[in-house]
């Protein structure tokens, strides 16, 4: 891995703002990021709460490029790692990583830059960094501060628990006057204070930022044929825009991406069955290509430094809303308008039930995570704002309604479904607690059916009370009930119902219940497919700025959004520069970039042709 070294004279660069304007080529540090900087230079500890896209990266890169010494960087995946030296490779800064992907001869190659003091930021795994051969290599060079990247993972109680993080409190007992910053995205009142415990953070500064990301739409809707609906999601909002559909399994994973193929989508699939060759390359395109699609099961994506993903659908139900965060917040990243869509059904529930059950967790951590799904079905069925509601899990409060989400923008009808609510909780007791919606659906309907002959489910005195809805109405209810906790999926996970403790009241006539009403062919959230990124008179000038960033991007062997992100080529076409001047006072240019590429851009922008083949 080669760096680049930092071509600035020394006195500026302990400034912080000098160095954000002229390495990153922005004016002013967004909320809570300077505090951050500010904190991490004097020396001090911090444990940094920001959405994804929020700018975690400079708290500590900035300070890395201040102090003396060499900033070290625990990220968990390998290719997160190379996006984000790529990246600051381009900018100018001296960094490099660490990891398996290199040969002994380049891993060698950085060990010396580090010894010389050539380095700025070292990214490193944690396993690497644990390994003696690196300690004995740390402990020999000037350390500028640890930070520790996606610090849920320490996180037993988190979504994505990793325990080789469990070993990072080493670096305070082994480098007591080194300041440390853990930073991540997604992490409850629990899931911080086992952060700051197992990291040894517990004295360290708190920044909980906004968990907001006002540019991402929220939209959920109950499945009902979950491919033409995404289908018609994909062929509404996103022609040709890239983004990530995330399933439970991965037969649906390789399904669903064949099935998007043959109808013309640029689709691959992701998942741990596939070859470590096959995820590379899959991975490299959907990072290099404009308008892939990447359908995956949750073990892809956290290593994705992609800005430009427009949406991120899920075609079955997240484990958690720390999971559904985490997920929806790759879209986006860039602060243009993004997508997070999903459909989910009673299914997805006794699926993600059974794999729980399944699993070899403790028992207070499964009785953890029932909660946590829980809580996901109950904010799939509401009927105010979904960002109030998310913001409020994490602790956050909005005001206001977001004005940015499906029950915003189209409020559902809602319906007293208290009669009919009894009707269901009724015929669950009836049939004895041991049965799916299937069987029940046909009880309350009045089947004569084999099975409910067999049963003699047709002698109860809930049988063929519930004429007044057809099987989906009831379907429905049923979802509806399990969602808001007054029903139960069994703990083997063979998908049947059970009462719970909140029925009760509502049996007994002490309480209503007023469910939104799902109303076929529903019209879409206003205004979505309108909002273009570009008017169509500049379409073709887009194009042409696009065509030459990823013209610029092959030659270098990068990502298109290392070069420049889609926020900064937005600000090309809206300013329209004449000159290297005006170019650098673009948003996310800086001084490298301005030099390397500049005068590319201006011409794309003056009408010329690009070059032809050398």
Known sequence: MECAPMSVPSPEVSDPRWLLRSVFGYDDFR????????????????????????????????PAMVRPGTGVVVSPLIALMHDQVDALVQAGVRAACLNSSLSSEDARGVERQLLAGELDLLYVAPERLLAPRTLALLDQCRIALFAIDEAHCVSQWGHDFRPEYLQLSQLHERYPAVPRIALTATADGRTREEIAQR??????????????????????????????????????????????????????????????????????????GLSAEDRRAHQQRFVSDDGVIMVATIAFGMGIDKPDVRFVAHLDLPRSLEAYYQETGRAGRDGLRANAWMVYGHQDVVMLRQLLEESAAAAEQKRVERQKLEATLAFCELTACRRQHLLGYFGERLAEPCGNCDNCLNPPPTWDATEPARMALSCVYRTGQRFGVAQLVDVLLGKDTERVRALRHDRLSTFGIGKDLDARGWRTLFRQLLALGYLRVDAEGYGTLALTDRCRPLLRGE??????????????????????FVAEADQQLWEALRACRRRLAEAQGVPPYVIFHDATLLEMLDQRPVTLEQMAAIPGVGEARLAKYGQAFLDVLAGKPPPGPA
């Not at 708190?206 to 959920?220: G, L």
């Not at 909002?237 to 399994?249: D, F, M, R, T």
């Not at 043959?262 to 699939?269: I, M, N, S, V, Y």
Request: aromatic share 8%; with cysteine; proline share 5%.
């Open 31 to 62: 909320p809570m990021q300077g505090d951050v900087v500010q904190h991490l230079v004097e020396g001090n500890d911090a444990l940094v709460l920001m959405p994804t896209g929020g700018g975690k990266s400079l708290c500590y890169q900035i």
């Open 199 to 272: 990291l040894g953070l517990r004295g360290a500064r708190r920044f909980i930022s906004s968990f907001d990301r006002p540019n991402i739409r929220y939209t959920i809707a109950p499945k009902d044929n979950a491919r033409q609906q995404l289908l018609s999601f994909l062929k509404r909002e996103h022609p040709g825009e890239a983004g990530i559909v995330y399933c439970l399994s991965r037969r649906r994973v390789d399904e669903t991406a064949d099935w998007l193929r043959r109808q013309g989508w640029d689709a691959l699939p992701y998942h741990a």
């Open 511 to 532: 309480e209503r219940l007023e469910l939104r009403r799902e109303v076929a062919g529903r019209r879409r959230s206003r205004g979505s497919r309108s909002e273009r």
